[in-house]
Every structure is written in structure tokens, then in C-alpha cells.
């Protein structure tokens, strides 16, 4: 049996007629950059997700650094992140200029610990960006209070986390700025790049739509120094085929994670593999499916030979990363650094069979047993 660790042909099928559809009518308007597919899109997303702007950009690692350019991060500042998320997160602090101040994760949810934030937290902070990893949102509150205490914003990093929600509230709502990845794999993906910014704030949102098209206020006037941010109208068309599906993919993502618990159960192997946690309050979205293991490089083979895809997200954090190198000592995050060894991905995907689930779960108790 193959168990690929994502099967976007699955997804794509049922809804192939549509989304050709929608790829011939920006076809047919020769309308490429921007433009009404790119304001519906953005409209449509602002309701989904709760928030009064949404900006659709290039990508989520450009969402993560128009952001930090809104809010005027630069040479001199720091910003507290996590030091166990996808490089874009680090990247794009450094390519303002400013100082990525890393610290360590919960290792219940891989997420930031807000003990370590506290104490990160100096004069020269200037924003805190909590990541929303693997789709399980960050403990928000308390982050919330250390920012407010500091006077600096928060950006939420909810690249992986779109339709998550912390009591109640949605990924990428909860703070000054949200940032959203349309990359392919993510649970809303495009067929390319894609990104989305959003904020209640309608200064930023201000900033965020001429930062993406270089700081122009009018063609060849600009206010701001920007970039090229721009979503493109054939992302737009597509997502606003794909955005309304989503809420059912989760679900039925939210059902594999929920039959992975039973079957682990089921083999004994809950004192073996550590399972993704659900915290009282947070809905977690399953962008991955990410368990910790013994022996897991050992076992990663044996998957592979038995047909199933997997993944480390992420076999080095920030702090061991050759290009941050000083930027934190190597052995100042020792559960990132214990993350790294032992956590493996999992296909989850929405349309994984209950007969692939049991593949997966019956080759790893295979591979203990052994
Ligand atoms: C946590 C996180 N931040 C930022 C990004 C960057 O998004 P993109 O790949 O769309 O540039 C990603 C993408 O994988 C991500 O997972």
C-alpha cells in the first residue's frame, strides 16, 4: 500500500471543472496582477477569518516581512521568536535588518514558551512573533500580556494555521498583525505562491497594501520604500474556489488526527509515540500531524520501505542554523534541540483512507515490536 505523506491529486479531482473554471475567466480578462479576483479573494477571507483587512501578497515568507516593515522594524530592534519553526520565520526578521532573539517551545505543542519570552524581553524589543506551528495555535494569552506590558505588537506567524482558532478566536486575528502561506502543502494552497496579511488595524493595513506594490501611493509616486508583494489574480481565482472547502477539509483532518489517537491506543503504542496534544480552548488544524519517537531516523526508513511518506519538520533550529551562527548558543534550547531528534510527520491529509491510517499505524507498532 502507498501512503504519501500529502496526496494533492486527491483534493484537486473533485474540484478540477471548477477551478479550470475560474483559471479561464482570469484567462479571459487578461487581469494577471491584483485586480477583482485578488479584491474578492481578500473580502471573502476577511469574513472567513474574522478580521477587518485582509491583503493578499506573494507569499507568507514576503506576508512575514511586509508585516515587519509596516511596523517599521529595523537595524537596532529586536524581535522574540521561536527557535524551532520554518526558516521564514527567523529570515524575514533579519532581512529588516533587525535581531531575531530566539527562544525555546512547550514541548507539549512546539509552540513558544512565554516564560522564555518574558525573560527575552528587552529595550529593544520591537515586536514578538509568535508561530502557530503545524496548525496548533500558540498559548496566546499570555504572550498577549508580555507584549502589552512591553508596549511592542505582536505578529502572529500563522502560516500553517489558517482556520485555527484559541478561544475562539481565529490564527492570525488575535494580534497586530497575522501572516498566512498559500504555498501548496498548507491546508488553503495555491498552485504556486501565495500569501495574506491581515490586520484590525486600518493604518497597518494602510501600509501593508503600498508596501506591496514598492510604497506607491499612486503609479511612480511613492511614500514608502516596498517591494514587489503582489498577489497574482491566477492564485486568487484558485483559492476562491478552494476557501470554501476548507472548513470540510479540516474536519475531515481533524477526524484522521482524532482515528490516529484511537488506533495508537488500539497497539499499545501511546508509552512509545508522543501524540499532538489538544490544549482546553485551541482547535488545531492539522497542517501536519507531528509525533515525537524513539529511534525515529530508524524508523523513518522502515516507513519508507513499507510505502509511507514522512517528513521532519525540522531537523535544525534557528540557533544551530549555519547562517544565525552566534545569534544564540548551540545548547541554550534543549527542547527544541530534543524536538529536532525525535519528531516525525505523519500523512494527514483529508482524504487519507481509514485502511491507510491503519497501514501507518500498523507498520510503526511493527517497527517497536521488532
Ligand atoms: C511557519 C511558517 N512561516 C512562514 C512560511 C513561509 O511561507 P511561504 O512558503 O509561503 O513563503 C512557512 C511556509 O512553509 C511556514 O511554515
Redesign the pocket.
Known amino acids: 500500500m502507498h501512503v504519501p505523506l500529502l496526496d494533492l491529486h486527491a483534493q484537486f479531482d473533485p474540484i478540477r471543472d471548477e477551478i479550470l473554471a475560474a483559471i479561464t475567466r482570469v484567462c479571459d480578462a487578461q487581469r494577471f496582477m491584483l485586480g477583482p479576483e485578488v479584491e474578492a479573494l481578500e473580502a471573502e477571507l476577511c469574513a472567513d477569518l474574522g478580521v477587518r483587512h485582509a491583503i493578499g501578497v506573494?507569499?507568507?515568507?514576503?506576508?512575514?516581512l511586509v508585516a515587519l516593515m509596516a511596523l517599521g522594524i529595523g537595524a537596532g530592534d529586536e524581535v522574540v521568536t521561536s527557535t524551532y519553526?520554518?526558516?521564514?520565520?527567523a529570515g524575514?526578521i533579519a532581512r529588516t535588518g533587525a535581531r531575531a532573539v530566539l527562544v525555546d517551545i512547550d514541548p507539549a505543542t512546539f509552540n513558544l514558551d512565554a516564560t522564555a519570552v518574558a525573560a527575552a524581553v528587552t529595550p529593544r524589543t520591537r515586536a514578538i512573533m509568535p508561530?502557530?506551528?503545524f496548525g496548533q495555535p500558540a498559548d496566546m494569552d499570555p504572550l498577549i500580556e508580555i507584549a502589552a506590558a512591553a508596549g511592542v505588537p505582536i505578529v502572529e506567524?500563522?502560516?500553517?494555521?489558517i482556520g485555527a482558532a484559541y478561544k475562539g478566536r481565529s490564527a492570525g486575528s488575535m494580534a497586530a498583525l497575522g501572516?498566512f502561506?498559500?504555498?501548496p502543502?498548507?491546508n488553503l494552497g495555491a498552485f504556486g505562491?501565495?500569501?495574506l496579511v491581515t490586520t484590525n488595524d486600518d493604518g497597518l493595513a494602510r501600509d501593508v497594501r503600498l508596501l506591496r506594490n514598492h510604497g506607491a501611493e499612486q503609479q511612480y509616486y511613492h511614500r514608502l520604500i516596498g517591494g514587489n508583494f503582489r498577489l497574482d489574480a491566477l492564485q486568487a481565482a484558485v483559492l476562491r474556489v478552494k476557501a470554501p472547502h476548507l472548513r470540510a477539509w479540516t474536519e475531515a483532518r481533524r477526524r484522521n488526527a482524532d482515528r490516529y489517537r484511537a488506533l495508537f491506543r488500539e497497539h499499545h503504542l501511546d508509552s512509545i509515540v508522543r501524540l499532538p496534544v489538544e490544549p482546553a480552548g485551541r482547535r488545531h488544524i492539522y497542517?501536519q500531524f507531528v509525533v515525537c519517537v524513539p529511534k525515529r531516523d530508524s524508523l523513518r526508513s522502515h516507513l519508507t520501505a513499507r510505502g509511507i511518506g514522512t517528513e521532519i519538520?525540522y531537523p535544525v533550529p534557528f540557533h544551530r542554523q549555519a547562517c544565525f551562527k552566534g545569534l544564540a548558543p548551540v545548547d541554550a534550547f534543549p527542547v527544541a534541540d530534543r524536538l529536532a531528534d525525535t519528531s516525525l510527520a505523519l500523512p494527514i491529509y483529508g482524504e487519507l483512507t481509514a485502511d491507510q491510517q491503519r497501514h501507518v499505524v500498523a507498520s510503526i507498532a511493527e517497527f517497536y515490536a521488532a
Do not use: E
Request: aromatic share 16%; net charge negative; proline share 0%.
Open positions: 506573494s507569499s507568507g515568507t514576503d506576508a512575514l519553526s520554518f526558516f521564514a520565520t524575514s508561530v502557530h506551528l506567524d500563522a502560516a500553517q494555521a501572516c502561506s498559500f504555498f502543502s498548507k505562491d501565495g500569501g497542517n519538520y
